[in-house]
């Protein structure tokens, strides 16, 4: 059931010098899946509206997390809000990028940039519900410091059921521990056995969606084994 609340600001985090998690406090609790997102609007202008991913696990209850990488007038207006100030919220939406405990088969997520918001939302959602799918992370940052959750993605590779891969495109520090370049067919191969067997999640900026589908295509994954947003939402994947 879709919500639409005014709900406060209770903590800011500094995730990368651009991404920034805001935790709100909802008096309702909003029952969403792990890949879903609300509509979020100032109390001031609610008709300038933008969508933004849940973060959080649908798990926690009283507070919502909102990861939001910090790119054009809306979310620069976001960013100067602090603890106590308000939002308006209305979700939640989407089933592209659905994940739960419905989903029987092991999973990869292939994410760029703040398109991590919705796989970290399910890593969360499946490792407090033991769920027993094996699931394969491959992540694509700019740099080291463009790593959204760098600590928490390292805590999440130790499990036994999770495998994280960070991919730098840019440039990699002395003594990098992941991969290097652009997610390709070489990197996937690498790390994903059975291929054609698997779930396929993919959120990123759209010209990387774009070349992840058609990498995808090239492997002979199915189809119907791709949870792909075949749209460009305003706000969303690193673009307003």
């Known amino acids: 059931m879709k919500i639409e609340e005014v709900i406060k600001i209770i903590k800011i985090i500094d995730e990368t010098p651009d991404v920034k998690t805001f935790r709100l406090k909802s008096e309702n609790n909003i029952d969403f899946i792990p890949g879903q997102y609300c509509m979020v609007s100032f109390p001031d202008d609610e008709d300038n509206k933008r969508p933004f991913t849940f973060s959080s696990s649908p798990t926690e209850k009283g507070y919502i997390d909102l990861t939001v990488k910090k790119m054009g007038v809306f979310t620069t207006k976001l960013y100067s809000l602090g603890i106590g100030d308000k939002l308006k919220i209305i979700g939640p939406n989407g089933e592209s990028l659905n994940f739960d405990g419905s989903v029987k088969e092991d999973i990869v997520f292939i994410a760029g940039g703040s398109g991590i918001t919705p796989f970290i939302s399910a890593l969360r959602y499946a490792a407090i519900k033991n769920l027993p799918n094996s699931i394969t992370l491959l992540f694509s ?37 992941g991969e290097k370049g652009r997610i390709d067919k070489n990197m996937i191969e690498k790390h994903v056995d059975n291929p054609k067997e698997k779930i396929w999640y993919v959120c990123a900026p759209p010209p990387m969606v774009k070349a992840m589908r058609e990498i995808l295509n090239s492997m002979g994954i199915p189809e119907e084994n791709l949870r792909i947003e075949d749209w460009e939402i305003p706000g969303k994947h690193d673009k307003e």
Request: net charge negative; no cysteine; proline share 3%.
């Open 141 to 177: 940052s700019k740099t080291e410091k463009d790593i959204i959750y760098k600590d928490e993605m390292v805590e999440m590779d130790r499990k036994d059921n999770i495998k994280v891969i960070n991919t730098l495109s840019d440039k990699s520090p002395d003594g990098w521990y």
